[in-house]
Structures are given as C-alpha cells and as structure tokens.
C-alpha cells in the first residue's frame, strides 16, 4: 500500500486517469481531494453516480498502475546510483594508488595544473576589467 507522501508523488499520473475516464469532474474539485484515496472515490461517486465498487476498483487499478511505475523507476534509480558510486570507488582507488606509487610526480603535476588554473583565470577576469581602449573606441566616442 502506498503511503501519502508517495500518492502525492504520483498525483499527476492518478488524476490524469480520473479526468480521462470521468471527464465531469474539475481540476478544483481534483486538488481538493489531492492524495486522499477515500475522498476521491467519494467525489468520483457523488459527481458520476456510478456503483462504489466500480469506482473503487477503477481508482485501487490508477493506484496500483501508478505505484508499480514509480517502484520501477526507484529500482533503476537505485541501480544507476550504486553503479555509480562504484565507478567512484574504482576511480578513487587507482588515484591513491598511483599517488603512492610516484608521489613526487603527483605533487608535481598537481602544482602545475593548479598554476595554470590560476593563471588562467587571474587572465580571464583581469583582461575585461583592464582593457585598453582602441583607437577606434576612442574616435567613435568623441
């Protein structure tokens, strides 16, 4: 059974059925009953007139149609995540390893990109700032 928190998820999915089915009921009437499974039945029943047993079995169907698709993503959500975080742990590994094996290169090569970072930027926002006026600046602006 899903809980409020994971109905409201799924709230667009759920009233998108109700509206494709019973067209009669407003988007107001909707966000009233927002997340309230008895509710909706309730209203669905009061504005179509149908029998409480068709309308529960249509709204327990979206519910559970609704449910199996956002477990669905979850799951591949939680497989891409973990896939993830191991490709960061094989990463952060080979760098240890290849800082302990040479040290001093890797204390090198990370001073030179550092100073090229820094240099690079230092250039980027000094350049607009400083920046000399041409001769065509200063004649167009006479």
């Known amino acids: 059974m899903a809980t409020k ?3 409201r998820g799924q709230w667009n999915s759920i009233q ?3 509206k494709e089915k019973y067209g009669q009921i407003t988007d107001d009437e909707l966000r009233e009953v927002e997340g309230e ?4 039945i309730g209203l669905i029943q009061q504005k179509v007139g149908a029998a409480r047993t068709e ?8 519910y559970q149609e609704c449910g199996a698709t956002c477990s669905n993503l979850s799951d591949r959500a939680a ?3 973990e896939a993830t975080g191991e490709r960061m ?3 952060y590994d080979q760098s240890t390893r290849a800082v302990a094996q040479r040290p001093m290169e890797s204390i090198v090569t ?3 990109i ?3 970072a820094g240099v690079a930027i230092g250039y980027s926002l000094a350049t607009d700032r400083y920046r000399e006026p041409t001769w065509r600046d200063r004649f167009m602006n006479r």
């Open 114 to 116: 550092g100073l090229l």
């Open 79 to 81: 497989s891409y995540a």
């Open 55 to 62: 309308v529960e079995s249509f709204v327990n169907k979206v």
């Open 89 to 91: 742990r094989q990463g």
């Open 37 to 40: 499974k008895e509710q909706l």
């Open 110 to 112: 990370a001073f030179g």
């Open 5 to 7: 928190q994971e109905t």
């Open 16 to 18: 998108g059925a109700v």
